[in-house]
Nanobody, 114 residues
Framework: VQLQASGGGLVQAGGSLKLSCAAS????????RRWYRQAPGKEREWVAS???????NYADSVKGRFTISRDIAKKILYLQMNSLEPEDTAVYYC?????????WGLGTQVTVSS
């Protein structure tokens, strides 16, 4: 199974983007669905998680601005990003953690101009 992230781009500060992460097949034993990001010169950091059927968690830096969601039928994970700031500029990665392995998608670049 492969994950394909999309939806990144260039946006002005205060703007919005919605990232998508589509799975090419079914993944059994999912424990969590997550988004991470990596800014230039920095380590990859966790952004948001969707655990179980409805539990969501967010990094303090994005709380109140980002929303993680998923469409089970379409096997798509989303990240709605509002009120974007230049500090949100990074490559964003989706991750699905199952009891068997971790799945990672190729990143999608988000650039926020001031």
């Amino acid at each position: 199974v492969q994950l394909q992230a999309s939806g990144g781009g260039l946006v002005q500060a205060g703007g919005s983007l919605k990232l998508s992460c589509a799975a090419s097949g079914n993944i059994n034993g999912i424990r969590a669905r997550r988004w991470y990001r990596q800014a230039p010169g920095k380590e990859r950091e966790w952004v948001a998680s969707f655990v179980g059927s409805s539990t969501t968690n967010y990094a303090d830096s994005v709380k109140g601005r980002f929303t993680i969601s998923r469409d089970i039928a379409k096997k798509i994970l989303y990240l709605q990003m509002n009120s974007l700031e230049p500090e949100d500029t990074a490559v964003y990665y989706c991750n699905i953690n199952s009891v068997y392995k971790d799945y990672w998608g190729l990143g999608t670049q988000v650039t926020v101009s001031s």
